[in-house]
């Protein structure tokens, strides 16, 4: 009777069994069906490691003053109810704007349609780009104004905040 040698049976190393783990997935550790009851583990037993509790406050660091976060929090309030008069003047006047301008527009149209020849119509919109030019300007003009008030109104609570704290 002839014997064969005993082959040793051949582990896989660590990088097959990575790249085994790769080419079929992630391998995932997979829970019995049935889970074991908890067990009661005695004071004894306890691991001297506490856990890390996370955004836990350094002794040496203080938490900020309740008194300091209420100004705080009143100041943005006063901020928002100064800035909505503000927003809304703002929001007006390029609603104004807009308006203005779409009526100058629809009014070219209306000059054009009646024009009788093509210099008539070069002459209309030159004119047009000649008055509406120096209206653009005073409306940017107008609206610089009111961004810089309403920014002004917004900033001042808080730079009372700043004065006082």
């Keep these: 009777m002839a014997t064969h040698p005993k082959k040793p049976h051949a582990k896989k190393s660590a990088s097959k069994k990575i790249a085994a783990a790769t080419v079929n997935g992630p391998a995932v550790r997979k829970s019995p069906a049935t889970a ?18 996370v955004n836990a406050v350094k002794p ?4 900020p003053d309740t008194a300091l976060v209420e100004r705080a929090v009143n100041s943005l309030e006063k901020s928002l109810k100064a800035a909505v008069p503000a927003a809304v003047a703002v929001n007006r006047k390029l609603v104004d704007i807009a308006q203005a301008n779409m009526n100058s ?32 300007g005073a409306q940017a003009q107008e609206l610089r104004t009111l961004s810089a ?15 006082r704290a």
């Design 36 to 53: 074991a009851p908890p067990v009661a583990v005695s004071p004894a037993r306890v691991s001297p490691v506490a856990p890390v509790l």
């Design 60 to 63: 040496e660091e203080k938490l």
């Design 105 to 136: 527009g629809l009014e070219l149209a209306r000059d054009l349609a009646n024009a009788k020849s093509p210099m008539e119509m070069m002459r209309l919109q030159m004119t047009y780009w000649h008055e509406n030019m120096s209206v653009f």
């Design 149 to 163: 008030e309403f920014l002004a109104t917004t900033a001042e609570p808080f730079r009372a905040h700043l004065r």
